[in-house]
């Protein structure tokens, strides 16, 4: 099935918000989306998903006869999957040009950079070594499956643990799980790619969507470990356009952003690992988990590809615009028992201050429509301001109110 | 399984209202119900609703559009052949859209319509076995609100169920919207809707809200765009 | 130029395992129009490296491209790049001559630098079709490859932006600390295959360089590196080298194309060259 093509008003629109340093759903411009990973039951099983992008990856092992260049070493493949599961215009089983270049790009990431130890992988030299075989399956493209395939590629190898074996002149004997604990790979650093889209008027973004990826003009991936070493680097324009690279003002923003990346892999990694060790059955991951969730609204906000950068963040909001008006509010004793709230002035709304009655009458709006989910957050804060106020008398809080009103309209 | 009006049907579900009517009346069953010899079933996961007379339809989740005659989508132009445009409106197939059916159009006056420009078209023809053709005017040959859209709006695309949601009379969300914001909206019935507001900022706050109204229940509607409002004041 | 060559670290003076110093570039023999059924032709040899290139087009679009890119407005460009089962020097044979990951990322690599220098809105619903053909193979192929279908471009008369040059810097051994100030530490131009081979790390960078002196200016149209870790702080500094390689290709290229063009122009033609 063909690509549906980009209209117009979709291309204008992303290099019009792009233009003014805002994405369409809602992200900074280098602000990647949040990386979730969760293994499965196996050995270096994992799902990664890259805000609605998602990939499984399974690392698997058998033994072979080393290659004749490189004898005494074992063998690492990488095999990514873009098939009509991930996007209808995806064709199945045949090499195209989107999957050859995921496939080039993580080969040279993982498998070039030498970061894993693969002469440890050597049974016999020259007969026998283990051959490692990465296979990631992209399940949902919503952009940069780039990163998402390389963040599952290292997770899975990191996770995997091969069987034990041990080899007696003429004989190699593979141990079961049961016989011998398994053995994890030894891996020197951990790259990551880190893709950037430039776009037509010079601006740089992380980690772009579909959409984002259809309107630049230019691409970069970055295959960076934590120690801020490059292993792989591509750049290509994707039309005909005369942007200049962007490698030397974006590589740290790469470099900072991958070291946070793999911290994050590792740690994910070493919990499950940890749980299984201990044979911590209700720890350690399983598949259920990465669509079990613990609210009822936990879908809403992922369904919404295009939102403010506000929304989602609200309940912090909330927190922050009372704590704000906390400040800038005072307390004046004007007789032994009552106190007056005022609102400081020079701040006030007019004055280049916050426009604070929009706010207390919007706020005022949700507390009796009372949103069930997302405002009890508000309420409680709403209580705890109040208490602070209720310094003597409980009709105090209205009078308050007026008081600000009055002060504004003045 | 039974079901009454009101209540999840699931495939299979045996909808005990309709059966037990009298062979006289008719009733009409639109889409997710099926006859079955003497008992209706539905084929649809959804809400079973009753419209007006004996209308029974199921209220489904679905994102694959089926044209239907009479409905208004939202289209890409993607080609254009000799006399007609070939128009993607996210159905199966490709609709046409002949340079005749714009208003004032003549042999010697095409419209300007380019490949990537959306149209907001009526669909005259969708039969299963033709291909879909759309026109951008009424019968009288006046335009409307039809016409090729301004490229400095936004497409995006949502449910089928949020679509009719949001195009039901009672519906608040696009009154309380517009007391905020000025914008103008063509919402298709293929699950396409396009907005021009006056920033992008308010572009997307429009979209935000839109996209946020599918689970959000009627009565919520307010607050909702409030909390829409505020964020947008916060960002200025 | 190299200042760094006096210190002699090495038992070679500085100078690489050819001879060469770090930003020297190998012999550069070139020749254009070098088969009569092709638009355009030409043969390039970088040391060791040596390239075929036929360019056909602009014709009708036809093959499995035409049906990819048939709706497009502007013109398509099919690029194939095929490496001789002979061409490696060590006596190896290659299995296949394309078809494999590595060359059809190569094609899609020479597809994107041909589309940003040729000017495809000239020729809608056109194909130009570029076949590459490597005959031996000493580092720094693609690079090559992409000078070479440059170079058979001009010679098939299709108007081109810029000259889009090919440049590989390698950083021979990028763990060894101690030789930051010699002339090896910012990385060695137009690599060999013995020095990709190293564990260091190559950076292939294919750029348009403009007439423009200062070379660092040059428009980065492709970049790719591979090998094993490079620090960042490095990076920039190989960069430049690789641009500066670039720069100096062009105009090695650039004198190559006025000479053909002056011998192999009509008589009227040359004489309005002897002038200068």
Partial sequence: MREVILSHCEKNFVNKAIDKETRLDGRQLLEARPVNIHFGSNWGCCIVSLGRTKAIAQVSCDIQKPKASRPNEGMLHINVELNPMAAPFFEAGRQSDPSVQINRQLERCLKDSKCIDLESLCIVADKKAWNLRVDINIINHDGNLVDCASIAALAALMHFHRPDVSSSEEEIIIHSFAEKDPLPLTIYHHPVCISFLVFENGNTIMDPTYLEEKVGVAQLTMGINSYRELCSLDFNYLTRTSVADVIPTISNQAANYAAELVSLIKESVRQDVEARYKKEVKNFGRFENCIATDKLTAMFTDKIPIKLSSWGKMDDREDEIMEDQKENEQIIKINKNSAELLLLKGDLFGNGGVNTWQNDSSSDDEEESSDEVVMVEETKTKCHVLDDIELSEDSEEEETQNMTKDDIQT | ?236 | MLEGDQDQEEDQGGLRNDGRRAAELRKIRVRMGVFGQADGSAYLEQGNTKILVAVYGPHQPRGSAARAGGKNVGGIINCQYSTAVFSFSAGERKRRPRGDRKSIEKSLQLRRAMESIIQLDLYPRSQIDVFVEVLQIDGSEYCVAVNAATLALIDAGIPIKDYAIGCTASLIDSTSKNDEDSSHAAGVVDATYMEECSPGATLSIIALPGSSNDATKGLVVVAQGAGQRLHLSRLEALRNRALCGCRDIRNILDRAVRQHLTVHSQPSFSTLHVID
Avoid at chain 2, 175 to 181: C, D, F, R, S
Wanted: glycine letters at 8%; charged letters at 25%; a positive charge.
């Fill in chain 2, 1 to 236: 399984m039974e079901v009454t009006v009101g209540d999840v049907a699931m495939p299979g579900d045996i909808i005990k209202d309709i059966s037990t009517h009298n062979t006289k009346d008719k009733i009409i069953l639109g889409p997710g119900l099926r006859r079955d010899g003497e008992v209706i079933v539905a084929s649809k996961a959804g809400v079973l609703r009753k419209g007006q007379s004996a209308t029974y339809y199921i209220d489904s989740y679905q994102k694959r559009y089926i044209p239907n005659r009479g409905e208004n989508v939202v289209g890409i132009v993607t080609q254009k052949v000799g006399d007609i445009f070939k128009v993607d409106i996210a159905a199966s197939e490709q609709a046409g859209l002949s340079y005749m059916a714009f208003e004032g159009a003549s042999k010697r006056n095409r419209p300007d319509v380019q490949v990537g420009d959306v149209v907001f078209a009526k669909l005259l023809v969708a039969s299963k076995d033709m291909e879909p053709e759309l026109v951008c005017v009424d019968s009288l040959g006046k335009k409307g609100k039809l016409g090729v859209l301004s490229s400095d709006g936004m497409l995006f695309t949502c449910s089928f169920s949020l679509v009719r949601k949001i195009l039901n009379p009672e519906c608040p969300l696009f009154k309380m919207l517009g007391k905020e914001q000025a914008y103008d909206l063509a919402v298709g019935m293929n699950g396409r809707v396009w907005i021009k507001a006056r920033s992008v900022h308010e572009t997307i706050a429009v979209a935000n809200a839109i996209l946020a109204a599918e689970y959000t229940a009627l009565s919520e509607m307010n607050s909702l765009c409030n909390r829409i409002a505020k964020m947008l004041l916060q960002q200025r």
